[in-house]
């Protein structure tokens, strides 16, 4: 009996591991597209009217949506459940997408068509891409392996999607142009909606067993329930609040100082595909090491020390109009950095939620952070207009050289350490 029950224990490990394994695969293909359509709306704006506020403007039709529909999906998360939700976002989002290069060809795409088109991406995306945030738990309970080492790898497939959809962006836009190029991402939506649908659909939702049926509260006694634990909970509020502000400095970086840096420097869209091919990959790697590793080193010490390595470094380069070879060494210390920090937050973030409240308080976390992007873009682009790419460019890197040091001045954060599940 023993000897034929043996060859069973890889079968059952590898059923335990599909939703997993799924889940990563339809992440890396929906976030490559996602990298691509990141590099080439703003070189189209770029090319089409040359305005570094107008490609400000676009970043901030997207985003602004996208916070909106974050906060407001939480309940709907919870209630429908997040499989649900992100798939039918996904599904959703390639028509959204597709529809810019469908309409640039045949000449109807005004500005103004673009605005409302990338709002509508941006409005789905955010609900699709919490609910697939507030999914990592049941796909931790059904592969049975540690938070730290699922979000690690969540975090290797993102910057690893982000390395390729970049190289990738640099490629097609080159052969194609930048509204072409972004068939390839309404398609990476359509494989991602394919892969997770078909890999996930056995999979439990953690929490189900004690959570009240989604008619006994009302939507907005639900959200405040959510809002209720978030509020209360310093580290995870200091977290959303720190964030939000280095992420708005990270889009004026990403959606106006890069491309305009590729333009001005003559450097092009290869280069600019590169620099953001070689980010990725150097954090696809640490984001590896914190998958492997993660749990045995201090948190709170590592988190500093990435955010100092991962800042300012990067915009003093470019403003200070450094060799080229200076610019990519400090992209690849700087992205290997970067990778361990999405591991640490997110294991800090889902161990102190309540599983009948993951919807909700992680559409919120990431609402906030994702809060003051807009308005990101929006300075960059005015700020470069007004004071010219080097002084923007410092000037932003000194910021965020501010923002990360302040959590070493907050004991909150230092109970990072004290998170770990059992």
Same mark, same amino acid.
């Given at each position: 009996m023993?000897a ?10 590898t059923?335990?591991r ?5 889940f ?6 929906s976030?490559?597209?996602t990298?691509?359509s990141?590099i080439a ?8 009217t040359g ?8 970043a901030a039709?997207e985003l ?9 999906a939480g309940?709907a998360?919870d209630?429908?459940?997040p ?6 976002c ?5 028509v959204a997408v597709?529809a810019v290069?469908l309409l640039?060809t ?6 103004g068509a673009?605005?409302?088109?990338v709002?509508l991406a941006g409005a789905l995306?955010g609900?699709g891409?919490?609910?697939k945030h507030?999914?990592i738990?049941s796909v931790?309970?059904a592969a049975r392996?540690?938070m730290e ?5 969540y975090?290797?497939v993102?910057?690893t999607?982000?390395?390729l959809g970049?190289?990738l962006?640099?490629?097609?836009? +080159?052969?194609l142009?930048?509204?072409d190029?972004?068939l ?7 494989i991602?909606?394919l892969?997770l649908g078909?890999?996930?659909r056995r ?9 009240e049926p ?11 329930e959510?809002?209720?634990? +978030?509020r209360?909970d310093?580290?995870?509020m200091?977290?959303a609040?720190?964030v939000a502000l280095?992420?708005?400095?990270d889009l ?6 890069m491309?305009?840096?590729a333009?001005?420097?003559?450097h092009?869209a290869?280069?600019?595909?590169l620099l ?6 150097c954090?696809?790697l640490?984001?590896?090491?914190a998958?492997k590793?993660g749990d045995?080193l201090p ?11 991962t800042g300012?470094?990067r915009?003093a380069?470019l403003a +200070?109009g450094a060799?080229?070879?200076?610019v990519?060494?400090?992209?690849v210390?700087?992205g290997a950095?970067?990778g ?5 937050l997110?294991?800090v973030?889902?161990?102190r939620?309540?599983p ?7 559409a +919120?976390?990431?609402?906030?952070a994702?809060?003051?992007?807009p308005l990101?873009s929006l300075?960059?682009?005015?700020a ?7 002084? &923007? &460019? ?13 959590p070493a001045?907050?004991?909150?954060f ?7 599940g059992?």
């Amino acid at each position: 009996m023993s000897a034929a029950l043996t060859p069973a224990t890889p079968t059952r490990t590898t059923t335990r591991r599909r939703p997993l394994v799924a889940f990563l695969v339809a992440e890396g293909v929906s976030l490559a597209g996602t990298r691509l359509s990141m590099i080439a709306i703003p070189l189209l704006v770029l090319a089409t009217t040359g305005s570094a506020a107008r490609t400000g403007m676009v970043a901030a039709a997207e985003l602004v949506p996208l916070v909106l529909f974050k906060i407001v999906a939480g309940p709907a998360i919870d209630s429908l459940g997040p499989r649900r939700v992100a798939l039918t976002c996904d599904t959703l989002s390639v028509v959204a997408v597709a529809a810019v290069p469908l309409l640039h060809t045949a000449g109807l795409l005004s500005f103004g068509a673009l605005l409302a088109l990338v709002a509508l991406a941006g409005a789905l995306r955010g609900p699709g891409d919490a609910a697939k945030h507030a999914m990592i738990p049941s796909v931790v309970a059904a592969a049975r392996v540690p938070m730290e080492q699922v979000t690690g790898l969540y975090s290797a497939v993102e910057r690893t999607a982000s390395m390729l959809g970049a190289a990738l962006a640099g490629v097609l836009v +080159l052969a194609l142009g930048p509204a072409d190029a972004l068939l390839v991402d309404a398609a990476s939506f359509g494989i991602g909606v394919l892969v997770l649908g078909l890999g996930t659909r056995r999979l439990a939702r953690v929490g189900d067993a004690g959570e009240e049926p989604a008619d006994a509260l009302g939507y907005r006694v639900r959200l405040r329930e959510g809002w209720r634990f +978030l509020r209360t909970d310093r580290l995870l509020m200091g977290i959303a609040v720190m964030v939000a502000l280095t992420n708005m400095l990270d889009l004026a970086w990403s959606a106006v100082l890069m491309p305009v840096w590729a333009v001005d420097s003559g450097h092009g869209a290869g280069a600019l595909g590169l620099l953001f091919a070689v980010w990725g990959g150097c954090s696809a790697l640490g984001s590896l090491v914190a998958a492997k590793w993660g749990d045995r080193l201090p948190r709170f010490r590592v988190y500093l020390v990435a955010f100092l390595v991962t800042g300012l470094p990067r915009y003093a380069v470019l403003a +200070l109009g450094a060799p080229w070879v200076v610019v990519l060494g400090a992209f690849v210390v700087g992205g290997a950095a970067s990778g361990f920090l999405n591991p640490i937050l997110g294991a800090v973030e889902l161990e102190r939620i309540p599983p009948a409240l993951v919807g909700r308080v992680t559409a +919120l976390v990431s609402a906030m952070a994702w809060g003051l992007m807009p308005l990101g873009s929006l300075l960059g682009g005015v700020a470069t207009q007004a004071w010219g790419f080097a002084a &923007t &460019t410092l000037a932003t890197g000194l910021v965020y050289f501010v923002v990360t040091t302040a959590p070493a001045l907050d004991p909150a954060f230092r109970q990072m350490d004290g998170a770990r599940g059992a």
